[in-house]
T-cell receptor, first 115, second 111 residues
Framework: AQSVTQLGSHVSVSEGALVLLRCNYS??????LFWYVQYPNQGLQLLLK??????LVKGINGFEAEFKKSETSFHLTKPSAHMSDAAEYFC?????????????FGTGTQLKVEL | DAGVIQSPRHEVTEMGQEVTLRCKPI?????LFWYRQTMMRGLELLIY????????DSGMPEDRFSAKMPNASFSTLKIQPSEPRDSAVYFC?????????FGPGTRLTVL
């Protein structure tokens, strides 16, 4: 069975500060990992994904994440926060194509960006 | 590309009524997923289809829920009869290769 744990349901940063959103996963097979962003009253938008290629993955809007197998982590970072980054962020895991790409989501982290 | 299309965007109904949610996946995507999002339970996978065939419906909460995919470009999720605890945002997603693309969701309120 696969699972995702997102530490911190709410994270607050100042504009221009580093953003770090934490995600740890559990999977019985090599995982595929995803970060999605959800703005208010909208659907989920893919930020980036790891599918067993490069361990450092770059996504849209300046976000990136690093797959660390030894730590079973896939933390999301952005060097400098912008007001427009305020949203809810979801980490998700699937057990690769063999798992039918069923996604298991974390509980989400609400990011607040302050002036 | 128009993305995944869902209708209606908002639905308000009374307990006991039938509700039908609709989804048009992105053309060429051969997998379709229905999710439900609530504050209490987060994002839950209800059912998914590959090539119009239901593969896993273990997330469907009970017999009041049913889903169909009569062709590659259309799917429905039906709740009959609806109950207040069904109030949630329902998302449809379609998949290409390894990635699921989500629609804007239908916000369902059952009074």
């Amino acid at each position: 069975a696969q699972s995702v744990t997102q530490l911190g349901s709410h994270v607050s940063v100042s504009e221009g500060a580093l953003v770090l959103l934490r995600c740890n996963y559990s999977s019985s097979v090599p995982p595929y990992l995803f970060w999605y962003v959800q703005y208010p009253n909208q659907g989920l938008q893919l930020l980036l994904k790891y599918t067993s290629a490069a361990t450092l993955v770059k996504g849209i809007n300046g976000f990136e994440a690093e797959f660390k197998k030894s730590e079973t982590s896939f933390h999301l970072t952005k060097p400098s926060a912008h007001m427009s980054d305020a949203a809810e962020y979801f980490c998700a895991v699937s057990e690769g194509r063999g798992g039918g790409n069923k996604l298991t989501f974390g509980t989400g982290t609400q990011l607040k960006v302050e002036l | 590309d128009a993305g995944v299309i869902q209708s209606p965007r908002h639905e308000v109904t009374e307990m006991g009524q039938e509700v039908t949610l609709r989804c048009k996946p992105i053309s060429g995507h051969n997998s379709l997923f229905w999710y439900r999002q609530t504050m209490m339970r987060g994002l839950e996978l209800l059912i998914y289809f590959n090539n119009n065939v239901p593969i896993d419906d273990s997330g469907m909460p009970e017999d009041r829920f049913s889903a169909k995919m009569p062709n590659a470009s259309f799917s429905t999720l039906k709740i009959q009869p609806s109950e207040p605890r069904d109030s949630a945002v329902y998302f449809c997603a379609s998949r290409s290769l390894d990635t699921q693309y989500f629609g804007p969701g239908t916000r369902l309120t059952v009074l």
